[in-house]
C-alpha cells in the first residue's frame, strides 16, 4: 500500500527566512510522482511543484525547490525567502499506477506553516 | 477561466437527506475524482473515474455513489446523509502524470 508521512503538524518561520517541510513515502511501485499541494485558509488547493521517480534533478519552481531523495525516500519541500501570503496548509501527495488506465493521488495529513514577522 | 467547477460552495442537510455534489471540467482530462477532508486527515478518496463511461471505488466510498454523465462531469450523491458526512468535498481532473487540478470545494454539514 502507499503512504505519506508528514510528521510535523506545524512549522512556524520568520519571513524571509528559509523553511523546509518534511515528507516521507512508502511505495512498491518504481515509477511514481511526487507532489506538493498549498491550501490557504480560503480552501482551494494549489499545485506548487512536481517531482518524477525517474528525474535525476531536484525540480524547482521559482521560490519552491523539491528535495528527493529517493534512497530514503524522502521529498521534502523548501521554500525560500519565505514570505507572509505563504502561510498555509502543505500537502505533500503522491501518484501511483491505480486500477486500469486510473492513477491514484494520496495524500499526507498537511503541514500548517504559520510565516511571522 | 479554465479549470474544475463545483456546486454548491456550502450546503446544510438534514440527517436522512439526499443530495448530489457537482462538477464539471473543461480541460478535456480522462480522469476525474471526489475526495473528502475531514481534520488531521489529509484528503482521502472517495470514487474515481478512468474515463467517460467507468466509475470505481477509492478508500472511503460507503454512503456515497457517483456518475460519469460525460467527459465533462463527475457527480458524487449522497443518497442518505449521516452526520458522519460532514466535511470538506473536493473534486479533481488529471490526465497523464500532470499534477490534478482542483476544484474549489464544497463544504457540506449534516446535522
Known amino acids: 500500500a502507499q503512504k505519506i508521512t508528514q510528521t510535523q503538524p506545524g512549522m512556524f518561520v520568520q519571513e524571509k527566512e528559509a523553511v523546509t517541510l518534511d515528507c516521507t513515502y512508502d511505495?512498491?511501485?518504481?515509477?511514481?510522482?511526487l507532489f506538493w499541494y498549498k491550501q490557504p485558509s480560503s480552501g482551494e488547493m494549489i499545485f506548487l511543484i512536481y517531482q518524477g521517480s525517474y528525474d535525476e534533478q531536484n525540480a524547482t519552481e521559482g521560490r519552491y525547490s523539491l528535495n528527493f531523495q529517493k534512497a530514503r525516500k524522502s521529498a521534502n519541500l523548501v521554500i525560500s525567502a519565505s514570505q507572509l501570503g505563504d502561510s498555509a496548509m502543505y500537502f505533500c501527495a503522491m501518484r501511483v499506477p491505480y486500477t486500469g488506465t486510473a492513477s491514484k493521488l494520496t495524500f499526507g495529513t498537511g503541514t500548517r506553516l504559520q510565516v511571522t514577522l | 477561466n479554465a479549470g474544475v467547477t463545483q456546486t454548491p460552495k456550502f450546503q446544510v442537510l438534514k440527517t436522512g437527506q439526499s443530495m448530489t455534489l457537482q462538477c464539471a471540467q473543461d480541460?478535456?482530462?480522462?480522469?476525474m475524482y471526489w475526495y473528502r477532508q475531514d481534520p488531521g486527515m489529509g484528503l482521502r478518496l472517495i470514487y474515481y473515474s478512468a474515463s467517460e463511461g467507468t466509475t470505481d471505488k477509492g478508500e472511503v466510498p460507503n454512503g456515497y455513489n457517483v456518475s460519469r454523465l460525460n467527459k465533462r462531469e463527475f457527480s458524487l450523491r449522497l443518497e442518505s446523509a449521516a452526520p458522519s458526512q460532514t466535511s470538506v468535498y473536493f473534486c479533481?481532473?488529471?490526465?497523464?502524470?500532470?499534477?490534478?487540478?482542483f476544484g474549489s470545494g464544497t463544504r457540506l454539514t449534516v446535522v
Open positions: 479533481a481532473s488529471g490526465q497523464g502524470w500532470s499534477g490534478y487540478t
Open positions: 511505495t512498491s511501485d518504481q515509477s511514481y510522482g
Open positions: 480541460m478535456n482530462h480522462n480522469s
